[in-house]
């Protein structure tokens, strides 16, 4: 039996390794450090260029919470394309696609991992995720509040907007 256990919930969450970024207008941009968001609520979502879900579900669950959340500084989004397979495919290049087919203005990242994690996503390894799509909620206090990818949209922008 597989008694793997996803996501950190309740832990630190870790700082995210240096890798290639581009900004809310899809140029490239300084590598996103968690340090920088001190005291702000931070929402990673992990996708991946040819997932399905990602493109069905995840993507446009992002869009809906970037809307309802456009006016709140105290919460600030992040897109990381977190490959772990089908790297000639999930591209660079893709993610650029991806942030301007979804009309995303938030920062995207390009996580293809490293040899200390196997060449698979940093943030995958770090952060215990299971594939993609995937969110991740980080409080003020840099603590996982929330690891997973089944995520209910309403009740996200609901609480994301308690957060000031």
Same mark, same amino acid.
């Given at each position: 039996?597989?008694?793997?256990?996803?996501?950190?919930?309740?832990?630190?969450?870790?700082?995210?390794?240096?890798?290639?970024?581009?900004?809310?207008?899809?140029?490239?941009?300084?590598?996103?450090?968690?340090? @920088?968001?001190?005291?702000?609520?931070?929402?990673?979502?992990?996708?991946?260029?040819?997932?399905?879900?990602?493109?069905?579900?995840?993507?446009?669950?992002?869009?809906?919470?970037?809307?309802?959340?456009?006016?709140?500084?105290?919460?600030?989004?992040?897109?990381? $394309?977190?490959?772990?397979?089908?790297?000639? $495919?999930?591209?660079?290049?893709?993610?650029?696609?991806?942030?301007?087919?979804?009309?995303?203005?938030?920062?995207?990242?390009?996580?293809?991992?490293?040899?200390?994690? @196997?060449?698979?996503?940093?943030?995958?390894?770090?952060?215990?995720?299971?594939?993609?799509?995937?969110?991740?909620?980080?409080?003020?206090?840099?603590?996982?509040?929330?690891?997973?990818?089944?995520?209910?949209?309403?009740?996200?922008?609901?609480?994301?907007?308690?957060?000031?």
């Amino acid at each position: 039996m597989n008694n793997q256990k996803y996501g950190i919930e309740g832990f630190l969450a870790p700082e995210l390794e240096k890798f290639k970024w581009i900004d809310a207008n899809g140029i490239d941009a300084e590598p996103v450090q968690l340090a @920088n968001y001190s005291g702000k609520f931070v929402v990673l979502y992990c996708f991946q260029s040819w997932c399905p879900g990602c493109h069905k579900i995840g993507l446009p669950s992002l869009q809906q919470m970037v809307s309802a959340l456009k006016n709140n500084e105290a919460v600030k989004f992040f897109a990381i $394309q977190t490959v772990f397979e089908g790297k000639s $495919q999930n591209t660079f290049e893709k993610l650029k696609e991806t942030q301007k087919q979804y009309k995303l203005e938030i920062p995207f990242g390009q996580d293809e991992g490293n040899k200390t994690t @196997n060449n698979i996503s940093t943030v995958m390894y770090h952060y215990k995720t299971g594939g993609t799509p995937w969110f991740i909620f980080i409080n003020q206090e840099r603590k996982v509040v929330f690891n997973d990818f089944h995520l209910n949209t309403e009740k996200a922008i609901e609480f994301l907007q308690s957060i000031k």
